[in-house]
């Protein structure tokens, strides 16, 4: 069985979200805080965490901070803001993933069976014989190291995280060098390019999974 532990101050939340997910089989724990919810970590292991941005004592930015320092658990962060600078600082502080409030119930489901089953919970990414290992921050293919720089490994891990999304330049941008970077969004062209033929070079059929969504951006295809 799936365990989930959902972490919101208000208990209606907690109890509107337990009626969603536990008829679909997941066990939910319920806590009010962020202070409890770093504690629950030493009790109980979890597969994923559903965790509200806005919270009195510990707000989900902090705690979703504390979590990952403590585990590699997947966070799905609940929130009534829509603003990309939220998710965005979301993202870079470790969130897996984001969902806004009001949500229907259908895709609050598939988002979390989307990444469960990706399995972010590891800090492996396996795709065809290729290996991001975000612990030792390399990249294999077929037993054989393909050197990246730390900008190039960062893009291609916000890639692979999240197959079939289309991020664009700006938002890719923003991730990797930080809001406040006056770098041009031809930079990003730059990475990738150097990227592909790096990763080409070694044999794996890059062209098949790193598509250019013209004048857009990019996006990883499974």
Same mark, same amino acid.
């Given at each position: 069985?799936?365990?989930?532990? &959902?972490?919101?101050?208000?208990? +209606? ?5 337990s009626l969603y997910l536990t ?9 009010? $805080? ?6 629950? &970590? ?40 829509d603003q990309k600078k939220d ?29 469960? +089953? ?5 800090? #492996?990414?396996?795709?065809?014989? &290729?290996?991001?290992?975000?612990? $030792?921050?390399? &990249? ?49 062209? $730059? ?16 062209? #098949? ?14």
């Open positions: 069985m799936t365990r989930i532990l &959902l972490v919101d101050d208000e208990q +209606r939340m907690l109890d509107l979200l008829p679909h089989g997941f066990i939910c724990d319920q806590e009010l $805080s962020g202070h409890q919810a770093i504690k629950q &970590l030493d009790k109980t292991n979890y597969d994923l965490i559903l965790l509200d941005i806005m919270m009195k004592d510990l707000d989900g930015f902090a705690t979703c901070k504390k979590i990952k320092e403590k585990a590699n658990i997947p966070i799905i962060m609940l929130t009534a803001k998710i965005l600082h979301g993202l870079n502080i470790g969130a897996d993933d984001y969902i806004t409030k009001p949500f229907d119930e259908e895709i609050l489901l598939a988002r979390i069976e989307a990444l469960l +089953r990706r399995g972010v919970n590891h800090k #492996n990414i396996e795709i065809n014989g &290729l290996i991001w290992n975000e612990e $030792s921050h390399q &990249l294999h293919y077929e037993h054989k190291e393909i050197h990246l720089t730390p900008k190039e490994f960062k893009i291609l891990g916000i890639l692979i995280k999240r197959p079939n999304q289309v991020y664009e330049r700006e938002y890719l941008l923003e991730l990797v060098w930080g809001f406040e970077t006056d770098t041009g969004g031809r930079t990003i062209d $730059s990475h990738v390019r150097n990227l592909r033929e790096k990763i080409r070079r070694e044999g794996f059929p890059i062209d #098949n999974h790193l598509k250019t969504i013209w004048g857009v951006g990019y996006k990883w295809m499974k």
